[in-house]
């Protein structure tokens, strides 16, 4: 499981930018913007926890992960957390990848066997548990403290 932080904790509204003459400016990213960036973080903390699950347990085939975004927190400080993504990798599908010229979602998309997401209008959405009781269960089963490492 990985535990990512909501788009506003990690995608400034603000980014800066060159205007036609080369001076450095600030301008708003659009909703959409903000939450492709959110989308490219994501999948780039999917990839480097894949690999390194892969990398520690060489004789495993394949990895699953399931990702996590942390809402907000409960009345008793608990994390309240919605399922954004969950994908499954095998090893073999990760030979040949072109890490320096492919972003972190495309890699995400095409490199992974099974993947649950609702991605509309760019955005990844929490994820329908109704029609995934095995995925409800799982993360009904994690210790969502320990995954968010105590933290508030």
């Known amino acids: 499981m990985v535990l990512v932080p909501p788009l506003e904790e990690v995608v400034p509204e603000d980014w800066p930018v060159r205007t ?66 969950a994908a499954q ?6 030979n040949g990848v072109r890490w320096e010229s492919v972003d972190a979602a495309t890699i995400v998309e095409d490199v992974s066997t099974e993947i649950v997401a609702d991605q509309r209008g760019g955005e990844l959405r929490p994820v329908d548990l109704t029609a995934e009781p095995a995925l409800k269960a799982l993360i009904g089963a994690a210790d969502l403290e320990g995954l968010a490492g105590g933290q508030g």
Do not use: N, W
Request: with cysteine; aromatic share 6%.
């Open 20 to 85: 036609q003459a080369g001076v450095l400016s600030i301008r708003k990213l659009s909703p959409q913007e903000r939450a492709a960036y959110h989308s490219l973080f994501v999948c780039g903390q999917v990839l480097v926890t894949v690999r390194e699950a892969l990398a520690v347990a060489p004789a495993i085939a394949s990895a699953r992960v399931v990702v996590l975004r942390k809402d907000r927190m409960d009345a008793y400080g608990r994390p309240k957390v919605s399922c954004i993504l």
């Open 89 to 94: 990798f095998e090893r073999a599908a990760f």
